[in-house]
């Protein structure tokens, strides 16, 4: 989140409009997080069902399968691991190490 | 050839509305704008605008959508009064922080409660502070003429602010008047094509509107406003100069009446001018020298013109139609304070709230005005600042 030098009032687009498509994923918020999550891939079935629900698009999949967390955005909400099939449960969160 | 008809102020407003022929409409009804969008859903079933009319559920809805519809890239306008500018709030004041340029005929009413339909200027004065410019009429042919030109002061690249133009609520709005209506290709040439600022609907630049903004950025999206408004000062009188030469009159930040050598005189907004006029000649075919100054621009208030405007008078009263309760005065009275003090002009002002819920603002009410003002003028001082005109104690 933190940039070199913050640009002055003048450079900015006026009403705060982006002009760029898809540049939030610029801002990082992976340091937001507290829990982290972490894969199982002997469990892991690929359903893909946390990466249909992951509110940050965290989920990285390639050949439909699992491949990773892009922990440069999630969050931790968790979301993934609650959503993983009982019979599955390959995420667990753990707490981030300060 | 301009054609003069017997309007009233609402369809005056409605006639510029159908010459500018915007893309969108949403709005709702209240009165006294009600008949303002009949006027205009006329012409729309008629077929003399290309206008898509959209009857939405409540004024928030009416802003919204005319905010959506111009973000997306369409020159969209509204038209309320009162209440339904309190209930689209919220809106007003993003439209105008998302730099839309939105054109809205405010029909100037008492805000509830208790229910009142009749005029005052409580309603845009409350919203004085949501960066949109603001513009008074003083009867039906300046509320035609102001609404054309609102449309290029709001789209000037400079400005991209939005316009608010008045005017009072049944004294105007419902009031038959001559008015001189241009023909619809020169209003469709003076207002020109509409170029959005990056629009939504621009698939090969896609652009976002609203977007969070923390501490460290809001205050830089703000400041831009503050400039646009100072750009627009110079902007309305350019645009004045303009419409001038297609309407054959003057349109500045303000009218001054016999103030060359005037040493008091009254300030107002609206309709009360023409009064207030009245009163003047009598006073100056007795020998006072009174003289009158009708601000048109409330917002961007154009302090350092007022200022110079009043150089030799030697007391002022302001009348507002407006109270601005726990304020020490009316929102023009402490906007002319601030203006003068900020000039180092120590003229004694008085304050004078009047017309609130329609009570009329008669010829006595005005002279009462003077009498105090020549009393000021004598003495020096203000023997008191704050006075409200024709209540009963």
């Known amino acids: 989140m933190s940039q070199a030098k913050e640009p002055g009032y003048k450079d900015l687009a006026i009403g705060g409009k982006i002009l760029e498509a898809g540049n939030s994923e610029q801002y990082e918020t992976g340091g937001w997080r507290t829990f982290r999550p972490v894969h199982d891939p002997e469990k892991c079935i690929h359903c893909l069902l946390c990466w249909i629900v992951c509110p940050d698009g965290a989920i990285i999949v390639k050949d439909g399968k699992w491949t990773g967390f892009d922990l440069k955005h999630c969050k931790g909400c968790g979301i993934c691991a609650e959503e993983c099939p009982p019979k599955v449960k390959a995420i667990t969160m753990v707490k981030e190490e300060k | ?393």
């Open chain 2, 1 to 393: 050839m301009a054609k003069t008809l017997a309007l009233t102020g609402n369809e005056a407003a409605a006639y510029a509305m159908m010459q500018i022929n915007p893309d969108v409409v949403a709005a709702y009804p209240i009165t006294p704008q009600t008949a303002l969008m009949q006027k205009f859903a006329d012409f729309v079933s008629d077929g003399d605008v290309d206008t898509e009319l959209i009857l939405v559920e409540s004024e928030h809805s009416a802003m919204s959508a005319t905010l959506g519809a111009s973000a997306g890239g369409a020159r969209a306008m509204t038209a309320t009064a009162a209440n339904g500018l309190a209930l689209m709030w919220e809106i007003v004041y993003i439209a105008a922080s998302n730099r839309l340029p939105i054109v809205m005929p405010v029909v100037n009413r008492a805000l509830s409660a208790p229910i009142n339909i009749l005029c005052d200027h409580s309603d845009t004065m409350g919203a004085r502070d949501s960066s949109w410019i603001q513009i008074y009429s003083e009867n039906a042919q300046e509320a035609y003429h102001n609404t054309i030109q609102a449309i290029r002061i709001a789209e000037h690249p400079d400005v991209l602010l939005p316009v608010m133009v008045t005017l009072d609520g049944f004294i105007i709005s419902h009031g038959m008047e001559d008015v001189v209506i241009l023909e619809k290709p020169e209003v469709q040439k003076f207002v020109g094509e509409y170029s959005p600022h990056y629009p939504l609907l621009d698939a090969d630049k896609p652009v976002s509107y609203g977007p969070i903004d923390f501490h460290d950025y809001y205050f830089e999206h703000k400041k831009p406003q503050v400039d646009a408004m100072e750009t627009a000062v110079g902007v309305i009188q350019q645009i004045g100069q303009e419409f001038s030469s297609l309407c054959g009159r003057e349109y500045g930040l303000f009218e001054t009446y016999r103030m060359d050598d005037a040493e008091m005189a009254v300030v107002v907004l609206g309709s009360t001018a023409g009064t207030a006029r009245y009163v003047v000649d009598s006073l100056r075919q007795q020998g006072v020298r009174a003289g009158l100054l009708k601000l048109r621009v409330f917002r961007p208030f154009p302090a350092a013109e007022i200022a110079e405007a009043f150089g030799q008078v030697k007391a002022l009263a302001v009348l507002d139609r407006a109270i601005s309760f726990g304020a020490h005065g009316g929102p023009l009275f402490m906007e002319i304070c601030s203006a003068l003090y900020n000039a180092h002009l120590h003229i004694p002002v008085l304050n004078f709230i009047y017309g609130l819920g329609g009570r009329a603002a008669e010829i006595e009410n005005i002279e009462e005005v003077f009498t105090r003002l020549q009393k000021a003028v004598q003495t020096g001082k203000v023997d008191q600042a704050i006075n409200y005109l024709n209540l009963r104690e």
